[in-house]
């Protein structure tokens, strides 16, 4: 199975982070990551997502999973379960202020390790990604 994932520390509460998280309009604003998301980031909708990763592909995701503000899951995949990429964000508020973030993607299935072979590296992406929200977040 393949994946990626990072974390980060945020000194800003919960709340803050999982706001920005939610809100497609504003990913472009404060993720460098992404050069479109389209839809409403609620649980049961699609969205579509383009990276700056694959910039000719437009990505439909669902949201398959919120428990705000604590974690949100987005999948796509193949019928069949022959390929499928989870990602996973993750919100655990420390005692203070400050909030650990956490996303992962896993890819699985019967043609992943096909599949994953031509899926381009998400580490940079994955980095960017975290570091605009920990940037933005505690920006106020």
């Given at each position: 199975?393949?994946?990626y994932s990072v974390t980060r520390d945020i000194d800003a509460p919960a709340d803050r982070v999982w706001a920005l998280l939610t809100d497609a309009s504003g990913y472009t604003t404060w993720n460098p990551a992404i050069v479109s998301l389209d839809g409403s980031i609620a649980e049961?909708?699609?969205i579509a997502l383009v990276s700056t990763v694959n910039p000719k592909?437009?990505?439909k995701l669902k949201v398959s999973d919120m428990k705000a503000p604590e974690s949100m899951v987005w999948s796509d995949g193949m019928p069949l379960g022959l390929f499928k990429?989870?990602?996973t964000f993750t919100l655990e508020e420390g005692d203070g202020?400050?909030?650990t973030f956490t996303m992962e993607e896993v890819y699985s299935g019967l043609l992943e390790p096909l599949i994953s072979k031509s899926i381009p590296d998400m580490t940079q992406s994955f980095?960017?990604?975290a570091d605009g929200l920990k940037?933005?977040?505690e920006s106020g």
């Amino acid at each position: 199975m393949a994946s990626y994932s990072v974390t980060r520390d945020i000194d800003a509460p919960a709340d803050r982070v999982w706001a920005l998280l939610t809100d497609a309009s504003g990913y472009t604003t404060w993720n460098p990551a992404i050069v479109s998301l389209d839809g409403s980031i609620a649980e049961g909708n699609t969205i579509a997502l383009v990276s700056t990763v694959n910039p000719k592909r437009t990505f439909k995701l669902k949201v398959s999973d919120m428990k705000a503000p604590e974690s949100m899951v987005w999948s796509d995949g193949m019928p069949l379960g022959l390929f499928k990429g989870v990602r996973t964000f993750t919100l655990e508020e420390g005692d203070g202020r400050g909030t650990t973030f956490t996303m992962e993607e896993v890819y699985s299935g019967l043609l992943e390790p096909l599949i994953s072979k031509s899926i381009p590296d998400m580490t940079q992406s994955f980095e960017d990604f975290a570091d605009g929200l920990k940037q933005t977040a505690e920006s106020g």
